[in-house]
C-alpha cells in the first residue's frame, strides 16, 4: 500500500504482488505465489490510485485496497481449505489490511517529504 500511495498505481501493482510472491516463495509458501502475486497486485493497484489524493478519498481508496486483499484472500482460502479455515484466517488478514491503511495514510506525507 505504501509503494502505491507514494508511487503510483503501476509501481504499487508491481511491488505488491511480485514482492509479496517472492516473499511467499522464499518463506516456504510457495503454492500461495501465484494468488499473491494477483491479490496483492490489485491491492496495490488500488492503493496507488490514492497518489496524489487527500483526504477521505485517499483514506477510502487505502480502505478498498485493504478489503480487496481480504476478500482475495477469502476466496481461495474457502476455495483450498473450506470456509471454516477462511473464517479462522480472516482476524490476521483483517490486522494486515488495517496495518496496512494506517501505516500508508500516515507514512506518505512523511516520506513525500522525503524523497
Same mark, same amino acid.
Given at each position: 500500500?505504501?509503494?502505491?500511495?507514494?508511487?503510483?498505481?503501476?509501481?504499487?501493482?508491481?511491488?505488491?504482488?511480485?514482492?509479496?510472491?517472492?516473499?511467499? %516463495?522464499?518463506?516456504?509458501?510457495?503454492?500461495?505465489?501465484?494468488?499473491? %502475486?494477483?491479490?496483492?497486485?490489485?491491492?496495490?493497484?488500488?492503493?496507488?490510485?490514492?497518489?496524489?489524493?487527500?483526504?477521505?478519498?485517499?483514506?477510502?481508496?487505502?480502505?478498498?485496497?485493504?478489503?480487496?486483499?481480504?476478500?482475495?484472500?477469502?476466496?481461495?482460502?474457502?476455495?483450498?481449505?473450506?470456509?471454516?479455515?477462511?473464517?479462522?484466517?480472516?482476524?490476521?488478514?483483517?490486522?494486515?489490511?488495517?496495518?496496512?491503511?494506517?501505516?500508508?495514510?500516515?507514512?506518505?506525507?512523511?516520506?513525500?517529504?522525503?524523497?
Amino acid at each position: 500500500m505504501l509503494s502505491g500511495s507514494l508511487f503510483g498505481s503501476i509501481i504499487g501493482s508491481i511491488s505488491g504482488g511480485v514482492g509479496s510472491a517472492l516473499a511467499d %516463495l522464499l518463506s516456504g509458501y510457495g503454492h500461495w505465489a501465484p494468488f499473491t %502475486l494477483v491479490i496483492k497486485g490489485i491491492e496495490g493497484y488500488i492503493a496507488g490510485l490514492s497518489k496524489d489524493k487527500r483526504g477521505p478519498l485517499r483514506m477510502i481508496l487505502l480502505i478498498l485496497a485493504g478489503i480487496e486483499m481480504m476478500a482475495g484472500y477469502f476466496i481461495v482460502e474457502t476455495i483450498l481449505y473450506g470456509l471454516g479455515a477462511a473464517l479462522a484466517e480472516l482476524p490476521g488478514n483483517s490486522f494486515q489490511a488495517a496495518a496496512g491503511i494506517l501505516f500508508s495514510y500516515i507514512l506518505t506525507p512523511v516520506l513525500k517529504k522525503v524523497l
